[in-house]
């Protein structure tokens, strides 16, 4: 390492996961509309044959939106901020940025390979960890480049302090390791069931209640370390870096993190309510998943606060929206989660339709929304461009906001009316309802939320269209913004 | 004593040990800053300053300035 005086931040890995950003986005939504759609209107499953059921799309749709976009974005703003934070160029090093190229190589062709080893219908039937074993092990050896990259990058840090994004990415990487490897511990049937079995497909060396155990305390964790503390990680850098100001109190930036780290850990239980799950467990899921609300709140309001005295911000500038926007929903879930954790309504809530509106009010305005708003914001740095149209990021930011509140509103209504009707008896004790009398009631929230869904996606869409203009043909720039991203 | 048992012992107080911890190291945080010792706000600096030549903070924990105002 050499100080030299034209040396500068090298963005080119961080470009190439933006693009994957945008195109398993785009990708995973696509995906997302169509099955929303599915569900309102049956005959929609039958356009491609076996390959366009709701079975086969559903899993493609969640491990596109989690592992193509979600993984894409959280890379392409750790290439991105990482060196900023550490004061350190990966052009610095031949070797860690080699790392950083082969880890976008070989992450690109097993996402691909992945999303049609899905198609075709190859799964372990573990939620969100259906690749088969031979995924799993290129996997991890995806996540160890990442990891030799990041350390790599905090060995040679100008910045000895490390800035708390980083240790919120550092979480994520170590988090995420220690699930996956647990959960995705499977044997192939070859081996189990004489020469019936398939040395492609595997089992899980868990069973029953074990199993359902370690699934979701992978499932749960997974949120944890895949769509929230990479998330706080970009608000943590992008918003005070946007708006100029620095966040609200650095303290409660710490304490928040060992908060969260202490106390997620232990709720994935709550998965598992009224199931056969030991019942002291699934308590301590429940407690602890209403104390997750403090960490939780600590970091969401504390950015909130770092906007102090400068709300004028929100009005004039789109981007300050968008993250203000994400962190407001990043509150709004992390109470409705706990709530639903609470035995009692969990009662109503589980197997209905407000689970997936929850997961919508935080993915579509939480983690979407932030990942949106950094690559903006990396945009006109990584292309020395300003950022296309203001106008249509506003319109996208209205557009998109709408697509969600439809989204989740829809939900809790289809998802409270279903968990009702299920278990509503007459005065002799018999259920009033059938399954199909649910399904017709739910028609028209299903319609909206596929409308959502084409809402949402095209909004997405014109975010592609403000990057790839951005990219290509906006006005160049002389030098790079401090704070404000310029737009035209 | 059986390894139920155990576990579940072991867990409880590993619960009450980190809560402790946690904390310990809240008050801490706070102390050192109110008593004029550490400045933790100046890390926040980290990044809005992130030129690859704008000047390091280079300590995790640091001391303060002459400004005490910054202090939250
Ligand atoms: C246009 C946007 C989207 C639409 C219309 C959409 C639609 C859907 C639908 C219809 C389901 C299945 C619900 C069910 O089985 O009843 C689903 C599940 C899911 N989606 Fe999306 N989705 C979108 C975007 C996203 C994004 C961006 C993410 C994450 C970053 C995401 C994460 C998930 C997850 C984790 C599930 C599984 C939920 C569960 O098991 O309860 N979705 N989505």
Redesign the pocket.
């Known amino acids: 390492m050499q100080s030299n005086a034209a040396l500068e931040y090298d963005y080119s890995v961080a470009k190439l996961f933006t693009y994957t950003t945008i195109l398993f986005g785009f990708l995973?939504?696509l995906i997302?509309?169509l099955?929303?759609a599915q569900?309102a209107f049956p005959e929609l499953n039958y356009l491609l044959g076996e390959y366009g059921t709701f079975s086969r799309l559903?899993p493609l749709?969640?491990n596109i939106?989690?592992y193509g976009?979600?993984l894409s974005g959280v890379w392409a703003t750790f290439y991105y901020s990482g060196q900023r934070v550490l004061k350190v160029s990966m052009a610095e090093s031949k070797f860690i940025m080699a790392v950083g190229k082969i880890h976008f190589w070989l992450y690109f062709v097993a996402a691909l390979a992945a999303v049609v080893s899905l198609l075709l219908g190859f799964t372990q039937s573990k939620?969100y960890a259906q690749m088969e074993w031979p995924f799993d092990i290129v996997v991890v050896l995806i996540w160890v480049l990442w990891g030799i990259a990041m350390f790599g990058l905090i060995g040679i840090r100008r910045e000895k302090a490390l800035y708390i994004s980083m240790w919120y990415y550092i979480a994520c990487f170590l988090g995420i390791a220690m699930l996956y490897l647990f959960n995705n511990m499977s044997v192939p049937t070859y081996f189990v069931s004489g020469n019936v079995g398939n040395i492609l497909h595997s089992v899980s060396m868990y069973s029953g209640t074990n199993d359902a155990l370690v699934q979701w305390w992978f499932g749960h964790n997974a949120v944890a370390f895949g769509?929230t503390v990479p998330i706080v990680a970009m608000i943590y850098y992008f918003l005070p870096k946007e708006s100029g100001q620095a966040v609200y109190s650095y303290k409660l930036s710490l304490l928040s993190f060992w908060g969260l780290m202490f106390v997620y850990l232990w709720a994935g239980s709550h998965h598992l309510l009224w199931s056969t799950v030991p019942d002291w467990m699934q308590t301590m899921g429940s407690v602890f998943s209403v104390v997750l609300i403090l960490p939780s709140w600590g970091s969401a309001i504390n950015m909130l606060l770092t906007m102090k005295g400068e709300w004028n911000q929100l009005t004039e500038n789109p981007l300050i929206k968008f993250m203000v926007l994400a962190s407001t929903f990043y509150m709004l879930s992390t109470l409705e989660g706990p709530i639903q954790a609470i035995k009692s309504v969990n009662a109503i809530a589980h197997f209905t339709?407000w689970?997936?509106g929850h997961?919508?009010d935080g993915?579509?305005g939480w983690?979407?929304f932030m990942i949106m708003a950094a690559l903006f914001h990396m945009a006109p740095r990584m292309f020395k461009r300003e950022i296309y149209s203001k106008k249509l990021m506003e319109a996208q930011f209205w557009l998109q906001t709408t697509a969600v509140v439809l989204?989740f509103t829809s939900m809790w209504i289809a998802g409270i009316t279903q968990g009702m009707m299920w278990r509503a008896v007459d005065e002799y004790g018999n259920l009033m309802y059938s399954f199909i009398d649910t399904v017709t009631v739910l028609h028209p929230y299903y319609a909206i939320?596929a409308l959502?869904?084409v809402l949402?996606?095209t909004g997405f869409l014109m975010f592609a269209y403000n990057m790839f203009k951005t990219m290509t043909s906006s006005r160049e720039l002389s030098e790079e913004p401090q704070f404000r991203s310029p737009m035209a | 004593m059986g390894i139920r048992e155990l576990q579940g012992y072991a867990s409880f107080f590993m619960t009450i040990f980190l809560v402790v911890m946690l904390y310990g190291y809240i008050v801490y945080l706070y102390r050192s800053e109110k008593k004029g010792k550490k400045d933790y706000e100046k890390l926040g600096k980290i990044a809005l300053d992130d030129e690859l030549d704008s000047t390091p903070i280079n300590t995790s924990d640091p001391l303060p300035t002459d400004n005490k105002e910054q202090n939250k």
């Open positions: 995973g939504m997302g509309t099955i929303a569900l559903r749709h969640t939106v989690i976009f979600t939620e769509f339709d689970i997936p997961v919508h993915v579509l983690v979407v989204y939320r959502a869904g949402y996606l």
